[in-house]
């Protein structure tokens, strides 16, 4: 059994039939406690990972915290690595991340990360992206994971 078997919940998600649900068992850990419900469906060769913004999420402009749409974006990229690549996106760290925020994210749609693999190695993971509600754009990213093996 693969560590992402252990920690990671990821069956059909009644409420949104073609989704799947991406939460950690422990829902105290950051996902759950910091993001809230996280629902995620491969789209041909992409990932899309989809949060629905709570008042918790809001910055006093009104509109989605940027913290909130890297944490999606970082959270995405083990999705990724889940959902269409070949990786455990259990044992694995962000390298590096790129971001550019091209447009506020409202508090009424859903947030979602749309992400393809540019490259997967064995130990590596390159992925780039975008921040979508709906036909609006709010960030553009790239990002590198290193999959890292389960220690005894």
């Keep these: 059994m693969a560590l992402s078997d252990d920690v990671f919940e990821h069956a059909p998600d009644p409420e949104n039939?073609?989704?799947?649900?991406?939460?950690?068992?422990?829902?105290?850990?950051?996902?759950?406690?910091v993001m809230g419900k996280l629902i995620t469906r491969r789209d041909g060769d992409k990932c899309r990972l989809r949060m629905f913004p709570e008042r918790r999420h809001e910055n006093l402009q009104g509109i989605i915290h940027g913290a909130v749409t890297l944490s999606l974006i970082d959270i995405s990229m083990f999705t990724t690595m889940h959902v269409v690549g070949t990786g455990n996106?259990?044992?694995?760290?962000?390298?590096?991340?790129?971001?550019?925020?091209?447009?506020?994210?409202?508090?009424?749609?859903?947030?979602?990360?749309?992400?393809?693999?540019?490259?997967?190695?064995?130990?590596?993971?390159?992925?780039?992206?975008?921040?979508?509600?709906?036909?609006?754009?709010?960030?553009?990213?790239s990002g590198i994971v290193r999959k890292m093996k389960l220690r005894n």
């Design 89 to 141: 996106a259990g044992p694995s760290v962000t390298l590096e991340l790129s971001t550019q925020f091209v447009g506020a994210g409202d508090m009424i749609r859903p947030l979602d990360a749309v992400t393809e693999i540019v490259r997967e190695t064995g130990n590596m993971l390159f992925v780039r992206g975008q921040v979508v509600q709906d036909d609006d754009i709010v960030a553009s990213f």
């Design 17 to 33: 039939p073609g989704w799947n649900h991406w939460d950690l068992k422990d829902e105290t850990l950051f996902n759950g406690a």
